[in-house]
């Protein structure tokens, strides 16, 4: 009767980890060179997935935190997020945005499933690189201000 029971409860949860299947065909995150970082990922399942969260650590705060929550399109569906902020900080005199560059930023997705514990993605290490042409500019128009 025990072993009955045990084997049903085995049953059971394989049945449940199958049906919320998840998988990310891939996870990206990198700089664009200007002033944001754009974090893209493809999911091939996306069963039971309720929300997405995109989490940024990094700077002067290690701790992740949230950036930003995407609902789910369905599997096979690519998702792109464009974080403006990253690598923003704002001078107090002049309360005017600059980009930080050198500062290196971890993201990871957290993936709510329904009816058990969000899983996380792998994480991915950007930092930022401002061109050179950009950065060129950037000092010539600040020779005239």
Avoid at 41 to 67: C, M, P, T
Avoid at 132 to 143: L, Y
Wanted: charged share 20%; proline share 1%; with cysteine.
């Amino acid at each position: 009767m025990i072993q009955r029971f045990f084997i049903l409860i085995f049953i059971t949860s394989c049945i449940s980890a199958v049906a919320f299947q998840q998988d990310l065909s891939y996870f990206t995150a990198k700089s664009d060179g200007k002033s944001a970082v754009v974090v893209e990922w493809k999911s091939s399942a996306e069963n039971g997935i309720i929300q997405y969260d995109i989490e940024r650590a990094g700077g002067q705060d290690q701790d992740f935190k949230l950036v930003a929550s995407i609902s789910p399109k369905g599997s096979n569906a690519s998702y792109q997020y464009i974080d403006a902020d990253a690598f923003m900080r704002s001078t107090a005199a002049s309360e005017e945005q600059k980009a930080v560059a050198g500062t290196t930023y971890r993201y990871r997705l957290k993936i709510f499933l329904k009816g058990t514990e969000p899983t996380y993605s792998n994480t991915i290490n950007v930092s930022h690189s401002v061109s050179s042409v950009r950065r060129t500019w950037g000092m010539i128009k600040e020779m005239f201000r």
